[in-house]
T-cell receptor, first 114, second 111 residues
Framework: GESVGLHLPTLSVQEGDNSIINCAYS??????FIWYKQESGKGPQFIID?????DKRQGQRVTVLLNKTVKHLSLQIAATQPGDSAVYFC?????????????FGTGTSLTVIP | NAGVTQTPKFQVLKTGQSMTLQCAQD?????MYWYRQDPGMGLRLIYY???????DKGEVPNGYNVSRLNKREFSLRLESAAPSQTSVYFC??????????FGDGTRLSIL
């Protein structure tokens, strides 16, 4: 999985399979986390977020899991489609910043094989 | 609904030249941000404006200045461009307690 400062990892999955993208965050005080999707030549696009008082949050075909014990965040994409091919990265907010200074991971490149 | 609009999309400068990157949002968001994105690194915050009339430094402010012109517009200025400022620049905005929305970036090359 990704973490701040690591080289970009890659993940290849077959169309229709589930994808799991991982993120190790840096600070145990982080209270808000966001997953973004970035397609080539585009800006980051919000996927889903979660606050530290939750362990799991679900959206449309996506689920985010937060494990505060090991400072780990994961994004699960169900029934992965070719349009899901992109770079995915997580961002964390560390108090006292009130969402004004997020720290971003380097991302994981997801390739969906038709 | 355009969201966050950045201009220009591409720019090539010579070392020492100056330029201003423009950003406008139509979502009535209070906060706006400028980031740079370099290969192998996560987005890094240059400056932000938590509300109209205020600006603050982020992680990498050196060599840049910003202006929050009004609630919609937040510009980034390079007074004397250096090759180290070659990057992709993203503007973002957000409402309180909400995630940031990003523009599609300005790809800047400095020769």
């Amino acid at each position: 999985g990704e973490s701040v400062g690591l080289h970009l990892p890659t993940l290849s999955v077959q169309e229709g399979d589930n994808s799991i993208i991982n993120c190790a965050y840096s600070n145990s005080a982080s209270d808000y986390f966001i997953w973004y999707k970035q397609e080539s030549g585009k800006g980051p696009q919000f996927i889903i977020d979660i606050r530290s008082n939750m362990d799991k949050r679900q959206g449309q075909r996506v689920t985010v899991l937060l494990n505060k014990t090991v400072k780990h965040l994961s994004l699960q994409i169900a029934a992965t489609q070719p349009g899901d091919s992109a770079v995915y990265f997580c961002a964390e907010n560390i108090p006292p910043s009130n969402g004004n200074q997020f720290y971003f991971g380097t991302g994981t490149s997801l390739t969906v094989i038709p | 609904n355009a969201g966050v609009t950045q201009t220009p999309k591409f720019q090539v400068l010579k070392t020492g030249q100056s330029m201003t990157l423009q950003c406008a949002q139509d979502m009535n968001h209070n906060s706006m941000y400028w980031y740079r994105q370099d290969p192998g690194m996560g987005l890094r915050l240059i400056y932000y404006s938590a509300s109209e009339g205020t600006t603050d430094k982020g992680e990498v402010p050196n060599g840049y200045n910003v202006s929050r012109l009004n609630k919609r517009e937040f510009s980034l200025r390079l007074e004397s461009a250096a090759p180290s400022q070659t990057s992709v620049y993203f503007c973002a905005s957000r409402d309180t307690y909400q995630p940031q929305h990003f523009g599609d970036g300005t790809r800047l090359s400095i020769l």
